[in-house]
C-alpha cells in the first residue's frame, strides 16, 4: 500500500515541480532528504510573490540539510498546514510513513481541500461530486475512494459525462477491468491534461485499491473538469454576451427598416392623394371613395398593426439593453417614435381632408346631376306647352289650320330627341342615387306621357281638319248626316288612326242598318283600299253617299228596321242581335237610340224618332 502512495505521491510531486521547470523526483526518501525539492515543492504551489529566502542548493552536511528542511517545515506551517509528530531528521532519515503523511497533508492542502460540492467539502465534496457525475451509469455505483474504481468504469463514466465524443461508453465491455481503466488513464492523460498517478494494477490488481492514492487522482479529474467547466462558463458567458448583442443589433435593424419603410409608405399615401385629380363624373368620384374605403378596410390596418409592432419592438430593445445594463438605443435621427407619431398625425389629417374633398366632388357632380336634368326636364315641359298653346291657337281656313297641324307636326322628333336627352339624365341621376330634386317636378315619365298626349292631339286634331275638309265638300249630305256619319266613324275608329280596318267596316255600316255577307263586305272593303289606300274618313263618307243616294232613303231604313223589329214600333237588343248584327253595331245603335224600359226593365230603343232626327 505505501508503495503505491509512494508512486502515487511521487508523481502528484512531479506534476507541481514539472510544471515550474524543476526536474522530475524518482525517490521520496532519497529526493526529499536535503529539503531542497521540499523547497521547491513549496515555491511551486505558492506561486506569486512568496519567497523562502536564501538556502543551501547544494548541501553536503547533514546540518545544511535540516536548515532546508526546516525552512521548508516552516514555510508549511506558515501556511496554516498543521504537520503532526515530524521533523526534519525524519526526512533527511528518510521515514517514509511520516514523509508519506506529509505529503497527504500538502495534496489534501493544494488539490482537494479547495473541492466543494453543494456545501461539502474536501473529500465529502469530491465523492459527492463523483456520485452525481455517475449516477446515469447503472454498472457504475460510487460509494468510496477504493473498490468502486477498480474496474475503470467509474473513470471512463466520468471521462463520458463531461467529454461523451472521448469514449463511448455504451460500447466498453464491462467486463474488460484492465482494458476500460487502460483506457480511461489514456485518455485523460491525452486528452484531459490528468498525469496517470496510478498504475492499471494499482486499482484493478488490489484487494482493496489506496484510498488516498485514487482520491488523489479522481481530484485531478475534478479539477481538470473544472476548469473546463470554467473555461465553457467563459466562453458561454462570451457567446450569450456576442447572441445578446446580434439580438439586439438584428432587433435594431428590424426596428430602423420597419420604421423608415411605414414612414415612407405614410407619405407616398399622402404624395398621391396631393396629386389626385377628379374628372368631375359621378362613376369616377365613386370609384376613388371606394378606393379610399378599401384603403382604410385593408392597407390602414395592416400600417396601424405595423406601428403598434414597431413601438412594441423598439420597447422591446430598451428593456432588454436595461436588463443587462447597456447602454440605451437612441434611433437614429427620424425614426424615433415621436418621428412615427408625427407622421400618423400628418397621415390622419390627409386621410381627412382626402375624405372632405371625395364628398363634397360627390356633392357637386349630385347638385349638378339635379340642376342638369331640372334644365332639361323644364325646358322640355316649356316647348310642349307652347305647343299644346299653338295647337289650340289653331284656327282660320281648314287648308290653313291643315298645314299648320302638320308643320306642328314635323317638330315631335325633335321633341323625341329632347326625352332621350332627359332620361339619360334622369338616368344619372338614378346611378348617383339622387332621389330628391328640388329644382323640377317633373320625372322623364311625366314628361313622356305628356309628349304622348300632344302627339295624340296633333294626331285627332290633323284627323279632324281632313274629316272637316270631307265634310265640307259633301254638298249632297245634310249637316245631319254628316254629323250622324263623322260620329259613326270617330266611334268606330277604336285605335284613333283616322281609318277602320275590315271589321270595324263592317260594324259601322251595319250601325247604319247596311249588313251585308262577309263575300260582300269583303269585295267592298277591298274595292276602298284599291281606290283610297286605306278606309279613310273620306272613303267612309263616300261609300255611304253611294249607298245612301243608290239604296238608301228613310223610308228604306224605317223598313229595314221594321223587318228586325217584326212590325214593332220599336226594337230591341235581342231583336238586333238575331238579326246578326255585328255586336259593334249593336253596342252602337244601343247608345244612340232613344229608349224606354218596359214592364220588365228591358230597353224598348224607339227607331222611328231616331230616323226622324236623323234624317230631313
Given at each position: 500500500?505505501?508503495?503505491?502512495?509512494?508512486?502515487?505521491?511521487?508523481?502528484?510531486?512531479?506534476?507541481?515541480?514539472?510544471a515550474n521547470g524543476y526536474p522530475p523526483m524518482h525517490s521520496l526518501v532519497q529526493d526529499l532528504s536535503d529539503g531542497v525539492r521540499l523547497?521547491?515543492?513549496?515555491?511551486?504551489?505558492?506561486?506569486?510573490?512568496?519567497?523562502?529566502?536564501?538556502?543551501?542548493?547544494?548541501?553536503?552536511?547533514?546540518?545544511?540539510?535540516?536548515?532546508?528542511?526546516?525552512?521548508?517545515?516552516?514555510?508549511?506551517?506558515?501556511?496554516?498546514?498543521?504537520?503532526?509528530?515530524?521533523?526534519?531528521?525524519?526526512?533527511?532519515?528518510?521515514?517514509?510513513?511520516?514523509?508519506?503523511?506529509?505529503?497527504?497533508?500538502?495534496?489534501?492542502?493544494?488539490?482537494?481541500?479547495?473541492?466543494?460540492?453543494?456545501?461539502?467539502?474536501?473529500?465529502?465534496?469530491?465523492?459527492?461530486?463523483?456520485?452525481?457525475?455517475?449516477?446515469?451509469?447503472?454498472?457504475?455505483?460510487?460509494?468510496?475512494?477504493?473498490?468502486?474504481?477498480?474496474?475503470?468504469?467509474?473513470?471512463?463514466?466520468?471521462?463520458?459525462?463531461?467529454?461523451?465524443?472521448?469514449?463511448?461508453?455504451?460500447?466498453?465491455?464491462?467486463?474488460?477491468?484492465?482494458?476500460?481503466?487502460?483506457?480511461?488513464?489514456?485518455?485523460?492523460?491525452?486528452?484531459?491534461?490528468?498525469?496517470?498517478?496510478?498504475?492499471?494494477?494499482?486499482?484493478?490488481?488490489?484487494?482493496?485499491?489506496?484510498?488516498?492514492?485514487?482520491?488523489?487522482?479522481?481530484?485531478?479529474?475534478?479539477?481538470?473538469?473544472?476548469?473546463?467547466?470554467?473555461?465553457?462558463?467563459?466562453?458561454?458567458?462570451?457567446?450569450?454576451?456576442?447572441?445578446?448583442?446580434?439580438?439586439?443589433?438584428?432587433?435594431?435593424?428590424?426596428?430602423?427598416?420597419?420604421?423608415?419603410?411605414?414612414?415612407?409608405?405614410?407619405?407616398?399615401?399622402?404624395?398621391?392623394?396631393?396629386?389626385?385629380?377628379?374628372?368631375?363624373?359621378?362613376?369616377?368620384?365613386?370609384?376613388?371613395?371606394?378606393?379610399?374605403?378599401?384603403?382604410?378596410?385593408?392597407?390602414?390596418?395592416?400600417?396601424?398593426?405595423?406601428?403598434?409592432?414597431?413601438?412594441?419592438?423598439?420597447?422591446?430593445?430598451?428593456?432588454?439593453?436595461?436588463?443587462?445594463?447597456?447602454?440605451?438605443?437612441?434611433?437614429?435621427?427620424?425614426?424615433?417614435?415621436?418621428?412615427?407619431?408625427?407622421?400618423?398625425?400628418?397621415?390622419?389629417?390627409?386621410?381627412?381632408?382626402?375624405?372632405?374633398?371625395?364628398?363634397?366632388?360627390?356633392?357637386?357632380?349630385?347638385?349638378?346631376?339635379?340642376?342638369?336634368?331640372?334644365?332639361?326636364?323644364?325646358?322640355?315641359?316649356?316647348?310642349?306647352?307652347?305647343?299644346?298653346?299653338?295647337?289650340?291657337?289653331?284656327?282660320?281656313?281648314?287648308?290653313?289650320?291643315?298645314?299648320?297641324?302638320?308643320?306642328?307636326?314635323?317638330?315631335?322628333?325633335?321633341?323625341?330627341?329632347?326625352?332621350?336627352?332627359?332620361?339619360?339624365?334622369?338616368?344619372?341621376?338614378?346611378?348617383?342615387?339622387?332621389?330628391?330634386?328640388?329644382?323640377?317636378?317633373?320625372?322623364?315619365?311625366?314628361?313622356?306621357?305628356?309628349?304622348?298626349?300632344?302627339?295624340?292631339?296633333?294626331?285627332?286634331?290633323?284627323?279632324?281638319?281632313?274629316?272637316?275638309?270631307?265634310?265640307?265638300?259633301?254638298?249632297?249630305?245634310?249637316?245631319?248626316?254628316?254629323?250622324?256619319?263623322?260620329?259613326?266613324?270617330?266611334?268606330?275608329?277604336?285605335?284613333?288612326?283616322?281609318?277602320?280596318?275590315?271589321?270595324?267596316?263592317?260594324?259601322?255600316?251595319?250601325?247604319?242598318?247596311?249588313?251585308?255577307?262577309?263575300?260582300?263586305?269583303?269585295?267592298?272593303?277591298?274595292?276602298?283600299?284599291?281606290?283610297?289606300?286605306?278606309?279613310?274618313?273620306?272613303?267612309?263618307?263616300?261609300?255611304?253617299?253611294?249607298?245612301?243616294?243608290?239604296?238608301?232613303?228613310?223610308?228604306?231604313?224605317?223598313?229595314?228596321?221594321?223587318?228586325?223589329?217584326?212590325?214593332?214600333?220599336?226594337?230591341?237588343?235581342?231583336?238586333?242581335?238575331?238579326?246578326?248584327?255585328?255586336?259593334?253595331?249593336?253596342?252602337?245603335?244601343?247608345?244612340?237610340?232613344?229608349?224606354?224600359?218596359?214592364?220588365?226593365?228591358?230597353?224598348?230603343?224607339?227607331?222611328?224618332?231616331?230616323?226622324?232626327?236623323?234624317?230631313v
Amino acid at each position: 500500500m505505501d508503495s503505491t502512495q509512494e508512486r502515487t505521491f511521487c508523481k502528484w510531486l512531479n506534476t507541481k515541480l514539472e510544471a515550474n521547470g524543476y526536474p522530475p523526483m524518482h525517490s521520496l526518501v532519497q529526493d526529499l532528504s536535503d529539503g531542497v525539492r521540499l523547497i521547491q515543492l513549496m515555491l511551486a504551489c505558492c506561486t506569486g510573490d512568496t519567497s523562502l529566502g536564501r538556502y543551501n542548493k547544494n548541501p553536503r552536511m547533514r546540518v545544511q540539510k535540516a536548515e532546508n528542511v526546516n525552512k521548508a517545515l516552516e514555510f508549511i506551517r506558515q501556511r496554516g498546514i498543521k504537520l503532526t509528530n515530524i521533523g526534519p531528521e525524519d526526512i533527511i532519515d528518510g521515514n517514509l510513513k511520516l514523509i508519506l503523511g506529509m505529503i497527504w497533508t500538502l495534496v489534501l492542502r493544494f488539490t482537494i481541500a479547495d473541492i466543494s460540492e453543494e456545501g461539502l467539502s474536501a473529500k465529502e465534496g469530491l465523492l459527492l461530486w463523483a456520485q452525481r457525475k455517475t449516477a446515469p451509469y447503472k454498472e457504475v455505483d460510487v460509494q468510496d475512494f477504493s473498490i468502486s474504481w477498480s474496474d475503470g468504469l467509474a473513470l471512463c463514466a466520468l471521462i463520458h459525462c463531461h467529454r461523451p465524443e472521448l469514449l463511448d461508453y455504451d460500447k466498453l465491455d464491462k467486463s474488460d477491468r484492465h482494458g476500460n481503466t487502460r483506457l480511461a488513464f489514456q485518455v485523460a492523460a491525452d486528452h484531459l491534461g490528468v498525469p496517470q498517478l496510478l498504475e492499471v494494477e494499482d486499482l484493478c490488481d488490489s484487494t482493496r485499491p489506496d484510498e488516498r492514492s485514487v482520491m488523489t487522482y479522481i481530484a485531478s479529474y475534478f479539477h481538470a473538469f473544472s476548469t473546463m467547466d470554467q473555461a465553457e462558463t467563459v466562453s458561454r458567458r462570451v457567446e450569450k454576451f456576442a447572441e445578446l448583442m446580434q439580438s439586439v443589433w438584428t432587433s435594431k435593424n428590424d426596428y430602423e427598416r420597419r420604421a423608415r419603410a411605414l414612414l415612407h409608405a405614410l407619405s407616398e399615401v399622402q404624395k398621391k392623394w396631393s396629386t389626385s385629380h377628379f374628372t368631375g363624373s359621378y362613376t369616377d368620384a365613386k370609384e376613388q371613395s371606394a378606393t379610399f374605403t378599401t384603403y382604410k378596410h385593408t392597407t390602414k390596418r395592416t400600417w396601424v398593426t405595423e406601428r403598434q409592432d414597431v413601438t412594441t419592438l423598439l420597447g422591446n430593445i430598451q428593456t432588454k439593453l436595461r436588463t443587462y445594463g447597456l447602454r440605451e438605443y437612441i434611433p437614429p435621427l427620424g425614426l424615433a417614435l415621436s418621428d412615427l407619431d408625427d407622421a400618423w398625425s400628418d397621415l390622419l389629417q390627409s386621410e381627412a381632408k382626402r375624405s372632405r374633398a371625395i364628398n363634397a366632388q360627390i356633392r357637386q357632380i349630385k347638385e349638378s346631376l339635379r340642376k342638369e336634368f331640372a334644365d332639361l326636364a323644364n325646358d322640355f315641359s316649356q316647348r310642349l306647352h307652347a305647343i299644346s298653346l299653338e295647337l289650340s291657337g289653331v284656327a282660320g281656313p281648314l287648308e290653313t289650320q291643315q298645314d299648320q297641324v302638320k308643320e306642328i307636326q314635323t317638330r315631335l322628333p325633335t321633341l323625341s330627341e329632347a326625352l332621350t336627352r332627359v332620361a339619360k339624365a334622369e338616368q344619372d341621376c338614378v346611378v348617383a342615387n339622387v332621389e330628391e330634386n328640388d329644382y323640377t317636378v317633373f320625372t322623364c315619365q311625366d314628361l313622356e306621357f305628356e309628349l304622348g298626349l300632344v302627339a295624340q292631339s296633333l294626331t285627332k286634331k290633323i284627323s279632324f281638319v281632313d274629316n272637316q275638309i270631307v265634310s265640307r265638300n259633301m254638298t249632297n249630305l245634310t249637316p245631319a248626316q254628316l254629323e250622324q256619319f263623322e260620329s259613326t266613324f270617330r266611334y268606330f275608329d277604336r285605335d284613333e288612326t283616322n281609318t277602320l280596318s275590315l271589321t270595324e267596316t263592317s260594324a259601322a255600316l251595319a250601325s247604319q242598318g247596311l249588313v251585308y255577307s262577309d263575300e260582300d263586305m269583303t269585295y267592298i272593303y277591298d274595292q276602298l283600299l284599291q281606290d283610297y289606300g286605306a278606309v279613310t274618313f273620306e272613303a267612309f263618307i263616300n261609300l255611304l253617299v253611294d249607298i245612301t243616294e243608290d239604296q238608301t232613303s228613310p223610308e228604306q231604313l224605317r223598313e229595314s228596321f221594321r223587318g228586325i223589329a217584326g212590325n214593332k214600333p220599336f226594337v230591341t237588343e235581342l231583336d238586333m242581335r238575331l238579326a246578326q248584327l255585328p255586336v259593334s253595331a249593336v253596342d252602337y245603335l244601343s247608345k244612340v237610340i232613344p229608349s224606354t224600359n218596359n214592364e220588365v226593365g228591358e230597353p224598348e230603343y224607339d227607331y222611328e224618332t231616331w230616323l226622324r232626327d236623323v234624317f230631313v
